[in-house]
């Protein structure tokens, strides 16, 4: 069964990354297992685990699985909560003498080089898994539980508004657009291997406060159209 639910996972956050579920869809289990032809156990395994990392909501004793409402206070909300974890987290990384050749830094780097291929072949969906595999390991880095512990339910919230917004996710792929993602995150770590705490804290909020700025002006403008 572990398997299938890793499909059905698999299935829902690609179809999430594509735009084919967009924000407040509701997913029922039923319609879920009948496009897989699955059983409904490992569906809603799967739907269960996505509503553990803070991709989907479900209300106890409602029928359905739903995609959250994207908002501005929420944007906000989720994406200072997230800078607040990873500062913290590379602030603590950055006093514990980490240097290049330490494994849990040569992990991040090859998952860096992995990140470069996967978006120079357009691969949105293994591309987002590394982003997360990323970022998580900085997280890591800290060795404070609590951090780890909450990390991922925020990171994928924020997410949803990358798959919204963000150019790679939104527009037909172009090998030739300039992303500068791959050098923030070796800023991040040639900070931490430096023990350089303030600079570590500064190239975080380098990596994700312009993109919050850029997906405001986005939501806004779409509002705007809307009206």
């Not at 994207?70 to 006093?95: N, P, W, Y």
């Not at 700025?213 to 403008?221: A, C, K, Q, W």
Request: charged letters at 25%; hydrophobic letters at 40%.
């Amino acid at each position: 069964m572990k398997e299938q639910v890793e499909i059905a996972k698999e299935y829902i956050l690609k179809s999430i990354i594509t735009h084919r579920i967009p924000p407040s869809s509701v997913l029922y289990e039923t319609v879920v297992a009948n496009t897989l032809s699955m059983s409904r156990t490992p569906v809603r395994q799967a739907l269960n685990d996505l509503v553990s990392i803070g991709l989907l909501e479900h209300t106890k004793g409602k029928r359905g699985y739903v995609l959250p409402e994207l908002s501005c206070e929420d944007m906000l909300h989720v994406f200072d909560t997230r800078k607040c974890i990873e500062m913290l987290a590379v602030q603590e990384a950055a006093g514990l003498n980490y240097s290049y050749e330490n494994t849990e830094i040569q992990i991040i780097l090859s998952l860096v080089e992995e990140e470069k291929k996967m978006r120079e072949a357009g691969n949105r969906f293994e591309y987002s898994l590394i982003n997360r595999d990323i970022h998580f390991n900085f997280v890591k880095l800290s060795r404070n539980a609590y951090l780890t512990r909450i990390f991922l339910p925020v990171f994928w919230r924020t997410s949803l508004y990358d798959f919204s917004f963000s150019t790679f996710y939104r527009e037909p792929f172009s090998s030739q657009t300039f992303f500068g993602g791959f050098d923030e995150h070796l800023n991040i770590v040639d900070a931490i291997c430096k023990g350089d705490s303030l600079k570590a804290k500064e190239c975080i909020d380098i990596h994700i406060t312009p993109n919050v700025e850029r997906f405001l002006r986005i939501y806004s403008d779409l509002q705007d159209s809307i009206i």
